[in-house]
């Protein structure tokens, strides 16, 4: 249990890579973090330096007030669970969990003990003296948390650790792990590159992308106020139709890139002639006229989910690509033309040239 | 390539067979001149069944010693031969494996210049630096001992990149893990490196018995005493005396018993290799 304070945080490789500059947070006790961003944002770099297995260029790095910067990892007091489960081959699931205790130097009966409860925990018991290669994937991750758990750490890191597993046990463990931290109350530092893994786990998300905090919110606030247009694009599924546009002189409308229009109704926070984007998800979109903004989509090629339909296709009249997503099983053709509106509390702008938010008062 | 006809079959059980014969004959040949008198090997037919004197030849092998192989018994000539091929074992494999643990593992100056001097020496065999080597051994005075006959072979370049092949493929992710779990430097070496690396220990402690046991030259240097004999060296020394006639069936005895650790390493070590690989996953 313990808060984890992350200061002006920044790594750059011998070599002049930058993978990390700049990353200011700080975790309370007991919370649960989720790093998520696409492939090469650093996210891992910043697990990597929580937990002493990377050097720090610069910034602070404080567990429970006590910077830590230049501790080894086995003297930070944290557990790392991680993407292929890195237990020794040789050793038993009991041996693979004594190992650190019995590098602290606790009692035997003590070790016993937290294993004992740790394999009750997570329903390893029976495999206590297989070897790890006589388990399959799920089991060996649990392993590796079990590990985790019976040190006792201040903070948790996990670095992708369901990314090796099938779907259905994904999920399965993820409810888990919820599940685990839950009892545990401890802090948990997450990394994925997996929104909907962020989305479900995360008390907050810290949304990464070039070695740059994009966000840091709870999971609803980046779905409902993205601060950019990355974190727009990366939170949801299908993810958010984003159109290019220009400003029109009354600033009430915007031109889209080509030569369709989308009235708002009302004037837009920016002056006249300006490069913005609109953001609007696809869920948001409704197949009636009851919105204030009206789209008519020309209908592309669909996806049955069964639950919902999602409608790929382009704006009627333009090239702008749109995708809807529509309620319960539908049949379209290509080419039909479905007329939809949305509210205006729901459409996003973005400035065009940095991607940042601009606030209207629509809501 | 896998075709099922039974003329195939059969041709290709044949051919094995013939094989397996043909390179099980001069053993057997072997075995059985050494169960012979000195005059049934002299004289034609060969016998090609065991003789009666298998008791007398070997005792006076072993411990009689023979005047042809310089008066010693062959029993202390394959005490020295065993010293000699664990000791090069073992220090080639404690050598290697502790240095090719600093060149994977460890970030110091010259790192790759280390390991390419380690790697250049593998091109220069024993047979090409005996002289200096020879020059080294007599100015530290240890000819006619058993330092002199292991040492200089110690060195081993060969296992040395063995092990660093074998360290390279294990996963940055176990070392990290082993950090996490405070295991230091040589913890980590205990525990887990050398554990993992049980079956190429248990393959080079083959070929690394194997080479010591079979060495000659080296030896055949270094010794001048004959109680430093190996039975490689006695062999020889029997095959070569003189004006003599070679005494056949003590010879063809010696070779049995000189063939007999080498097979015994083999057997046992096959199991650790074969357990070793049935156990491996990934």
Redesign the interface.
């Given at each position: 249990m313990a808060t984890l304070s992350i200061k002006s945080l920044g790594k750059v490789y011998p070599g002049g890579v930058t993978a990390v500059s700049d990353v200011n947070v700080d975790i309370a006790d007991g919370e649960f973090i989720v790093l998520v961003g696409p492939s090469g944002c650093g996210k891992s770099t910043i697990l990597r330096m929580i937990a002493g297995l990377e050097g720090i260029t610069s910034g602070d790095l404080q567990i429970d007030d006590r910077r830590v910067n230049d501790l080894e990892p086995g003297e930070r007091d944290i557990a790392m669970v991680f993407q292929n489960y890195a237990l020794y081959p040789h050793m038993s699931v009991r041996g693979n969990m004594e190992y650190g205790l019995k590098n602290e130097g606790l009692p035997k009966a003590q070790i016993a003990e937290r294993i004992a409860e740790a394999a009750r925990t997570l329903r390893l018991e029976e495999f206590l003296d297989r070897k790890p290669a006589n388990l399959s994937g799920g089991q060996r991750q649990r392993v590796a948390m079990g590990r985790a758990i019976v040190r006792d750490p201040k903070v948790f890191l996990f670095d992708e650790p369901l990314s090796n597993l099938d779907a259905k046990l994904r999920t399965q463990l993820r409810a888990e792990l919820k599940a685990l931290h839950k009892r545990l109350g401890a802090t948990f530092v997450y990394v994925t590159h997996d929104q909907v893994e962020a989305m479900s786990l995360a008390d907050r998300i810290i949304i990464m992308s070039n070695g740059k905090v994009e966000q840091i919110g709870t999971p609803m606030d980046l779905y409902l106020r993205p601060a950019s247009r990355f974190v727009a694009d990366f939170i949801g599924s299908p993810s958010m139709n984003v159109l290019d546009g220009t400003v029109s002189s009354d600033r009430r409308s915007l031109q889209l890139n080509g030569s369709h229009q989308i009235d708002f109704g009302t004037e837009l926070p920016t002056a006249a002639g300006n490069q913005i984007a609109i953001g609007i998800r696809p869920e948001h979109l409704h197949q009636n006229t009851a919105g204030e903004t009206r789209i008519e989509l020309s209908v592309g090629f669909i996806e049955q989910l069964g639950a919902d339909t999602v409608v790929h296709g382009t704006i009627a009249g333009s090239q702008s690509p749109l995708a809807v997503r529509l309620n319960g099983v539908q049949a379209r053709d290509s080419g039909d033309s479905i007329a939809l509106s949305c509210g205006r509390d729901q459409i996003h702008l973005f400035d065009g040239t940095t991607g940042q938010r601009l606030n209207w008062d629509n809501q | 390539m896998v075709e099922n006809r039974p003329f195939l079959t059969f041709l290709t059980h044949a051919v094995l067979i013939i094989g397996v014969l043909f390179l099980c004959f001069p053993v057997w040949m072997a075995l059985v001149a050494s169960t012979h008198g000195p005059e049934a090997l002299s004289s034609s037919p060969i016998p090609l069944w065991f003789g009666d004197r298998a008791w007398e030849n070997y005792s006076q092998l072993l411990v009689g010693g023979l005047p042809e192989a310089g008066g010693v018994p062959i029993g202390s000539m394959m005490f020295n031969s065993l010293i000699m091929a664990l000791v090069i074992t073992f220090g080639k494999i404690a050598i290697s494996i502790i240095s090719a643990y600093a060149i994977v593992y460890f970030q110091f100056p010259f790192r790759m210049g280390f390991f390419w001097m380690i790697f250049i020496t593998l091109m220069l065999p024993v047979e090409v630096r005996i002289l200096p080597t020879f020059d080294v051994v007599v100015k530290m005075g240890m000819l006619n001992t058993y330092a002199g006959l292991t040492v200089p072979l110690i060195a081993s370049a060969t296992a040395t990149f063995l092990f660093r092949q074998f360290f390279l493929t294990i996963?940055d992710?176990?070392v990290?893990?082993?950090?996490?779990?405070?295991?230091g430097p040589l913890?980590f070496f205990w525990?887990?490196l050398l554990?993992?690396s049980?079956t190429n220990i248990a393959a080079l402690f083959i070929i690394l018995f194997i080479y010591g046991w079979n060495q000659y030259l080296w030896p055949l240097l270094i010794t001048t005493d004959e109680s430093l004999y190996t039975v490689v060296m006695g062999i020889q020394r029997m095959v070569n005396s003189g004006e003599s006639l070679p005494v056949w069936h003590y010879i063809m005895g010696t070779a049995v018993l000189a063939m007999i650790p080498p097979v015994i390493v083999v057997v046992a070590m096959q199991k650790l290799f074969v357990k070793g690989l049935v156990?491996?996953?990934k």
């Open positions: - | 996963p992710e176990l990290e893990a082993a950090r996490i779990d405070r295991a913890r525990d887990i554990p993992l049980r156990e491996s996953e």
